[in-house]
């Protein structure tokens, strides 16, 4: 497993654990108070947050791992550990775009929420599941082309 695609792992793995726990945190608020009582802002900014922390931390060990790993096993050099390849290019550009276009079209929808002046609580989750939706789009779309080929 290249690089790369232990990266995309590590990002695909804490986006999905931290989008689980926000809509854990914020759907109990939901069934207790109006909408726009829900005190949604200091979860999501913890969310955002928690996403980039644990992404870099995630990132930096699993180096750490995979540098001991061909330490152990000999097979390669640590020099070679985050060198990128035609390959890992081309599927890290492939994923990207798909992501625009996924996040591009729930942007669409989220302008339209703001024109029917929607409470804000909606308006910021239809953001965070936009960008959401387009890393978690990125790391599936890098993973399929790790895996089946691109």
Same mark, same amino acid.
């Given at each position: 497993m290249s690089f790369e695609e232990k990266v995309t792992w590590v990002s695909g793995v804490v986006t999905l654990v931290v989008v689980l726990w926000y809509a854990r945190a914020v759907s109990g608020l939901y069934a207790q108070v109006a909408v726009e009582e829900i005190a949604y802002?200091?979860?999501?900014?913890?969310?955002?947050?928690?996403?980039?922390?644990?992404?870099? *931390?995630?990132?930096? @060990? /699993?180096s750490i791992a995979t540098a001991?790993?061909?330490?152990?096993?000999?097979?390669?050099?640590?020099?070679?550990?985050?060198?990128?390849?035609e390959r890992d290019a081309s599927?890290?550009?492939?994923?990207?775009r798909v992501a625009?276009?996924?996040?591009?079209?729930?942007m669409v929808g *989220?302008?339209?929420? @703001? /024109?029917l002046e929607?409470?804000?609580?909606?308006i910021a989750n239809g953001l965070f599941a936009a960008f959401v939706a387009g890393g978690l789009t990125s790391s599936g779309v890098k993973l399929a082309a790790y895996r089946r080929g691109f």
């Open positions: 802002q200091r979860p999501l900014l913890f969310a955002i947050g928690a996403m980039i922390v644990l992404t870099i *931390v995630g990132s930096i @060990a /699993m001991i790993g061909v330490e152990i096993s000999g097979e390669g050099s640590v020099d070679d550990i985050g060198r990128k390849d599927i890290d550009a492939h994923g990207d625009f276009y996924v996040s591009s079209v729930l *989220v302008l339209a929420l @703001a /024109m929607v409470p804000h609580f909606w």
